[in-house]
T-cell receptor
């Protein structure tokens, strides 16, 4: 069945540095790849998503890249700030599967 | 606009007891999902419903049942709770599997 693997499980960076989180997916029919941020004790919320017809998407300090051939996608956060500290989840889905499958999450810590 | 509402927020059960987690959305979404979140395991899909009247198993369905009562409501039932079902449960909904999913506030369930 569908599987999404996410690395690393924890990431610690200095404020101002960049952070990169990587995911791979198994279902070649997947065509929607969202990223969610979950702050401590809160619900996950969408921060950016990308569809299979584009290779990169940016929104201010965050960007996502997609390599359909290799079946992997990545989240890039530049100029990290302490408020970026949270757990980040990647996910994958397709219209034909009707499922939204998540990776295991990355705990990002931004040190002041 | 309430979004996705889950009840209860907290629950303690004894092994073998049953309970139903309720979820309702007011966004007229077709797709609804139940996830469980355990430390280091990410968000694992228990059951999902692509539309009113349909339900399907996700990654970890054993020990659970669901009902898509109508377009708004999607309930999760534990027939005989086990300590392994101690977790945080999230309900989510989306227009379809390839659009933004909105999460409820979560239910923290402890089985003793």
């Amino acid at each position: 069945g569908e599987n999404v693997e996410q690395h690393p499980s924890t990431l610690s960076v200095q404020e101002g540095d960049s952070a990169v989180i990587k995911c791979t997916y198994s279902d070649s029919a997947s065509n929607y790849f969202p990223w969610y941020k979950q702050e401590l004790g809160k619900r996950p919320q969408l921060i950016i998503d990308i569809r299979s017809n584009v290779g990169e998407k940016k929104d201010q300090r965050i960007a996502v890249t997609l390599n359909k051939t290799a079946k992997h996608f990545s989240l890039h956060i530049t100029e990290t700030q302490p408020e970026d500290s949270a757990v980040y989840f990647c996910a994958a889905s397709s219209r034909s599967s009707y499922k939204l499958i998540f990776g295991s999450g990355t705990r990002l810590l931004v040190r002041p | 606009n309430a979004g996705v509402t889950q009840t209860p927020k907290f629950q303690v059960l004894k092994t073998g007891q049953s309970m139903t987690l309720q979820c309702a959305q007011d966004m007229n979404h077709n797709s609804m999902y139940w996830y469980r979140q355990d430390p280091g395991m990410g968000l694992r899909l228990i059951y999902y419903s692509a539309s009113e009247g349909t339900t399907d198993k996700g990654e970890v369905p054993n020990g659970y049942n669901v009902s898509r009562l109508n377009k708004r409501e999607f309930s999760l039932r534990l027939e005989s709770a086990a300590p392994s079902q101690t977790s945080v449960y999230f309900c989510a909904s989306s227009e379809q599997s390839t659009t933004e999913a909105f999460f409820g506030q979560g239910t923290r369930l402890t089985v003793v």
